[in-house]
């Protein structure tokens, strides 16, 4: 796993996948519907609070060298919580890309393919996959780093080219439902810093470990600002998005945009570039899912697990019976994981590791 390093920015192109390819899904609208006109206030104070967190954690794991969140488990539980925190981690992987792809596919299939089954549309996303797993780690990596900027650019350039169409005042009231809401029970928003997760597992891979805060602090704030404006090109937009059950409601806002006569209907692009995303983001996904696999069972050769987790994925996307079964996991499941795996699980882990390595130092030296 250490042969492959990679660059900081690689890394923080690496962090900032999740975050876009769950954006280009449905989580602005999840947002808007929660926190309303308060949404943007909102965003800006998890964002601060997303930062801090991420902070936090380079802190504690620079105690713990070139180690990853399964190295850390195993110092303070041993394997079995080793095992317990690794299968816990490729689960939390293997259904989360899965169910996210199966929603991006219906999209697809709505906006293109109406007539055409949705198993053979995830079935090409499975192939490119295992395409780009036959690669090496680095290779998909340098692809995400060209992909990743584009998906960017995209939404800024939709926020500006909307701009002309945008009403400010659906900003108002500016605490939405009030301070509760928008300060309290706006903080489930967190869970679109997903990309977080990643952090826990950088330390091995970095070719230069010392720019790991680096990484983070650059990482989680490009999201955060990415997020934003996501979300401002809908509330300002759109004032039926918060009550309204669309799909990809960022597709929505690039078909309003045109440049006279001859720059028109550019969605086609937009599109291009997210399908392109998604494909980087099931490959690096499926690929941190085997390399914790391989660490787990010390397998030599992960080659074999390539076709077998292409299967998973897709074996997992076709379970929800239909739409609304997926889109149900990807806004009222699929946070709670995050929270739960992200926010609580792997940062108490962290933290009582480093309590009990500070216990053991302190030990070590009253003995002498």
Known sequence: MTKSKIGTMEAIMLVLTIIITHTISSLPREILVFT??????????????????????????????????????????????????????????????????????????????????????????????????????????????????????????????????????????????????????????????????????????????????KIALLSIAISAIYLILCVATLLFMFPFVMNSNEITPLYNATRYIEFGSFFQRLESIFLLIWILAYACYLSITSKFAMNILKKLTNIENKKPLIDIFGLLIFAIALVPKNYALSDKFETEIYPYLVIGITFILSFSILLLANLMKKKVKKLNLNSQ
Do not use: H, Q
Not at 67 to 85: A, F, P, Q, T
Not at 147 to 157: E, H, M, R, Y
Not at 172 to 185: A, C, Q
């Open 36 to 213: 309303k006109s308060a949404t943007i206030l909102n965003l800006i104070f998890v964002s601060i609070l997303a930062i801090l967190f991420s902070y936090l954690i380079v802190r504690l794991m620079k105690n713990f060298g070139g180690c990853d969140i399964i190295d850390i488990s195993e110092y303070l539980g041993g394997k079995v919580l080793k095992n317990i925190v690794g299968i816990i981690f490729i689960l939390y992987f293997l259904i989360s890309s899965s169910i996210l792809l199966r929603n991006f596919c219906e999209s697809i299939k709505i906006i293109y393919y109406p007539m055409t089954n949705i198993l053979f549309i995830i079935a090409l996303f499975i192939l490119a996959t295992c395409t780009a797993n036959r690669l090496d780690f680095n290779a998909s990596l340098k692809t995400n780093l060209l992909i990743v900027p584009l998906v960017l650019a995209s939404i800024v350039f939709l926020f500006f080219a909307n701009m002309n169409k945008f009403v400010p005042e659906r900003a108002f009231p500016i605490f939405g439902d009030g301070l509760f809401n928008t300060f309290v029970l706006g903080l489930g928003n967190l869970a679109a810093f997903g990309g977080i997760s990643f952090l826990y597992f950088l330390p091995p891979y970095l070719k230069k470990p010392e720019k790991m805060k």
